[in-house]
């Protein structure tokens, strides 16, 4: 067979299988043709069989990714004060038994070394080879599949493919063969009835009978260490796969490329990388929200040098607004195979572009504040919903999270961190002073002058009250204008109190914003009010805790 033709389906797990075989499949670019189409790809081979290169592409897909050098061992070589210099003795495992059965015994001091620096696994032989933590497969998927699919029975099925009485339920095209296949090869296409988006089927033996072509595909996305996933924390800690959910093969080629791009991702190959929790890079905390908007983040965002585009061949492909569109659905696709959709507002596109910091270098959401700032610290819970406001651009969310982070912050002063970023200014900084502007202007419909009068008063009632949890409450949880009123008076005449019998302090309200926000305030406009109110508020009572710390220190 010189010429074989693989269809786009309404499957992500085997639109993303497809896109994955044809860009490894452009490491045989001089010997095999790759014609992209809107709804199919086609591989023509100038040479031997083109089912011999896709082999050969599967084996290196799954050879480079599905095991990692262990991260005692990268400990260890990074430390200057141990000077190791252990490497694999191998490039990846190929025998049954060796990925776990191989090991190194290490001295006494690097034991020592280990155990200081909090690894449990502190034995005196260490397992050289660590799965990842987003392979859904088995050793012996990896061996009999991954690295010797020539001789699997689905490649002998493959290369005597030819149009029969039976349809693929995937694809929809007929086929003389079918194969089984359960779902750990496609956790999102099963016979259980719950086997949809938003469902769990616990048993992962049932099987679905499709075609040789998606049965490869499917492989491929298994070995697809490119896959962007993030895995909980603990003993009892889950993996999370996010994919997109379209049928658009060229938008799918895009994503694909960009991020496995270096300096796009976080490559494991990497000497220094000692973590294998993700390889979405700069994520801020483990949640789908937080994942998919750094994702979005990183495949719009170029990161990477030219010379790691020289080293690839490949070069980073703008996303423009009209193709972002495209990317808003996402799967998010747990190892015990529950799934969950995740959609983004379009406009999110505009809160991700970058922007000009005060001393005029750009500056991003997620690197320079997000991934900045001490999120991790505070409950997950609203976290998430603060990150999933961004992300869907919803007011509401976004100021009920960022007040519930701001009151937690007055308890947990002395855990609060940020990260400062050479030549920028402080996280908090940008994200009050420019971010939050940005995000909700975007979601909030106001004038702006009354904008500006939120953010104005909330600026000083937030630096005011940032202790003050029963003060800043009334502003929070007021039901109606009459009430927020009334709040504001009382704020205005304890600020008030506050400055006048403490030179040092200066919380006196800018009389023309709060003339103009106490006028303005009717019940047709009060929720986007009180939520751009609440969200300036919020952030200022951050910036002044952490200021509060940094004083102390």
């Excluded at 990161?303 to 490949?314: A, G, I, P, R, T």
């Excluded at 949890?469 to 039901?479: D, E, I, N, Q, R």
């Amino acid at each position: 067979m010189k010429e074989i033709t693989f269809y786009s389906t309404n499957n992500a797990w085997v639109n993303n299988g497809l896109v994955a075989m044809a860009q490894i499949m452009r490491n045989y670019d001089k010997k095999v043709e790759i014609i992209w189409s809107d709804d199919s790809i086609s591989f023509k081979s100038l040479e031997k069989p083109v089912t011999d290169y896709i082999a050969q592409a599967m084996q290196t897909l799954a050879g480079k990714g599905t095991y990692n050098f262990s991260t005692a061992f990268k400990l260890l070589n990074n430390s200057n004060e141990i000077g190791s210099s252990y490497q694999p003795p191998k490039e990846y495992p190929t025998h049954k038994g060796e990925s776990k059965g191989e090991s190194i015994e290490i001295t006494d001091n690097e034991r020592e070394f280990l155990r200081k620096n909090k690894i449990t696994d502190n034995k005196k032989k260490q397992q050289v080879w660590k799965m990842r933590m987003s392979y859904f497969g088995t050793e012996k998927n990896y061996l009999d599949i991954g690295l010797n699919f020539k001789n699997h029975s689905t490649f002998k099925k493959l290369v005597s493919y030819e149009a029969g009485r039976n349809t693929c339920s995937l694809c929809g095209v007929t086929s003389k063969t079918l194969i089984d296949l359960t779902q750990s090869f496609n956790p999102i296409f099963g016979e259980h009835h719950n086997n949809e988006p938003e469902g769990i089927s616990s048993d992962i033996r049932k099987k679905s009978k499709i075609c040789p072509k998606c049965a490869t595909l499917c492989y491929f996305a298994v070995f697809d260490y490119y896959i962007p996933f993030y895995r909980t924390k603990g003993n009892k800690g889950k993996s999370y796969l996010s994919i997109p959910n379209t049928m658009g093969l060229e938008i799918l080629r895009k994503i694909f490329n960009n991020l496995s791009l270096k300096g796009q991702f976080i490559d494991f190959s990497d000497a220094s990388c000692t973590s294998y929790g993700t390889n979405i890079k700069n994520l801020p905390v483990t949640s789908n929200s937080a994942s998919l908007l750094t994702l979005l983040h990183n495949i719009k965002n170029e990161y990477h040098s030219e010379e790691d585009v020289k080293e690839l061949n490949m070069s980073f492909e703008p996303i423009q607004k009209e193709e972002f569109k495209e990317i808003s659905e996402w799967l998010i696709i747990s190892s015990n195979y529950r799934i969950t959709h995740i959609n983004s507002d379009e406009k999110v596109y505009d809160i991700l572009e970058p922007f000009k910091d005060k001393n005029n270098p750009d500056v991003y959401l997620v690197p320079h504040f997000l991934k900045s700032f001490s999120f991790d610290k505070f409950n997950e819970n609203e976290v998430e919903k603060f990150f999933n406001g961004i992300l869907t651009l919803d007011p509401k969310k976004i100021s009920d999270g960022l007040f519930r982070i701001a009151k937690e912050s007055i308890s947990n002063i002395n855990k609060m961190w940020v990260n400062y970023h050479t030549q920028n200014s402080s996280p908090l900084y940008l994200f009050t002073e420019i971010f939050l502007e940005k995000i909700m202007g975007e979601s909030t419909m106001l004038e702006d002058n009354l904008k500006d009068a939120c953010k104005s008063i909330g600026k000083t009632i937030g630096k005011g009250f940032s202790e003050d949890v029963g003060m800043l409450t009334k502003f929070a949880y007021s039901s109606g204008p009459d009430e927020f009123k009334k709040a504001m008076e009382d704020a205005s005449f304890r600020l008030a109190k506050i400055s006048a019998l403490d030179n040092n302090k200066s919380f006196y309200l800018d009389a023309n914003h709060l003339e103009t926000l106490m006028n303005s305030i009717d019940q047709n406009n009060f929720s986007d009010m009180k939520t751009y109110f609440v969200s300036f508020m919020s952030a200022y009572v951050l910036s002044e805790n952490y200021r509060k710390k940094t004083k102390k220190e």
